[in-house]
C-alpha cells in the first residue's frame, strides 16, 4: 500500500515565527488534504489541495504531485495553531493519514 | 446543518461486551468512512463506505462490523470488546474528497 510520512515529527515555535511543513507520500493520489487536530482532538479540514497552491489567511499550502510531496506553510504563528497537523491522501477508495506533526506555538 | 455527529461522546466497556457507535450526516455525502485515533498516531481507517447498501474494510477492520442502510447513518459495531480496541474513533464522510469529521468518541475498554 502507499506510504504517507511528515516532517518533522515535532516542531516548538515562538508566537511570530513561520514555519513548513512536510508530507511525502509513495505513489499516485488521487487528492490529499491537510488537517489540524486542536488540543480538544477536534479535526479542522484546513485545504484540499491535490495540486497546485492554495492560500487561506496565515496559511498556505503547495502540492506537487508529480514529485509526490505536498507543503504546509504557516506564518505568523499563534498560540492557537498548536496541535497535530495531519495530511492525508485519497488512494483508491481509501483514506490514508500521515502519522502528523506535533506543532507547540510558545507566547 | 449538523455535519457529521456521533454518540456517544465516551463510553466505557468490559471486555467481552458489545455496542455499536452512532455516526450520521446530513449533508448527503455517498462515501462514509469509521478511524480510530490511538495515542500518538495518525488515524486508521477501519472500515468505510461508497454508498447505501455498500461497505467494505480498510486498514485495520478485525473487531469491527458496519452496515449502511441509509445514506445519513453509518454505526460501528464492536461485537466483543477488547482492551485493545481501546481507543478514539472518528466517523467522517466525504464530498468530492474534501472529508468533514465528527467529534469523536472516546472508548476505553477495562
Known amino acids: 500500500g502507499i506510504q504517507v510520512e511528515q516532517s518533522p515529527p515535532d516542531l516548538i515555535l515562538q508566537e511570530g515565527a513561520n514555519s513548513t511543513l512536510r508530507c511525502n507520500f509513495s505513489?499516485?493520489?488521487?487528492?490529499l488534504q491537510w488537517f489540524h487536530q486542536n488540543p480538544w482532538g477536534q479535526l479542522i479540514n484546513l485545504f484540499y489541495?491535490?495540486?497546485g497552491t492554495k492560500q487561506n489567511g496565515r496559511l498556505s499550502a503547495t502540492t506537487v504531485a508529480t514529485e509526490r510531496y505536498s507543503l504546509l506553510y504557516i506564518s505568523s504563528s499563534q498560540t492557537t495553531d498548536s496541535g497535530v497537523y495531519f495530511c492525508a491522501v485519497n488512494y483508491g477508495q481509501n483514506f490514508v493519514f500521515g502519522p502528523g506533526t506535533r506543532l507547540s506555538v510558545l507566547p | 446543518n449538523a455535519g457529521v455527529t456521533q454518540t456517544p461522546k465516551f463510553q466505557v466497556l468490559k471486555t467481552g461486551q458489545s455496542m455499536t457507535l452512532q455516526c450520521a450526516q446530513d449533508m448527503n455525502h455517498e462515501y462514509m468512512s469509521w478511524y480510530r485515533q490511538d495515542p500518538g498516531m495518525g488515524l486508521r481507517l477501519i472500515h468505510y463506505s461508497v454508498g447505501a447498501g455498500i461497505t467494505d474494510q480498510g486498514e485495520v477492520p478485525n473487531g469491527y462490523n458496519v452496515s449502511r442502510s441509509t445514506t445519513e447513518d453509518f454505526p460501528l459495531r464492536l461485537l466483543s470488546a477488547a482492551p485493545s480496541q481501546t481507543s478514539v474513533y472518528f466517523c467522517?464522510?466525504?464530498?468530492?474528497?474534501?472529508?468533514?469529521f465528527g467529534p469523536g468518541t472516546r472508548l476505553l475498554v477495562l
Open positions: 505513489d499516485s493520489v488521487n487528492n
Open positions: 489541495i491535490p495540486s
Open positions: 467522517a464522510s466525504s464530498s468530492r474528497g474534501t472529508q468533514y
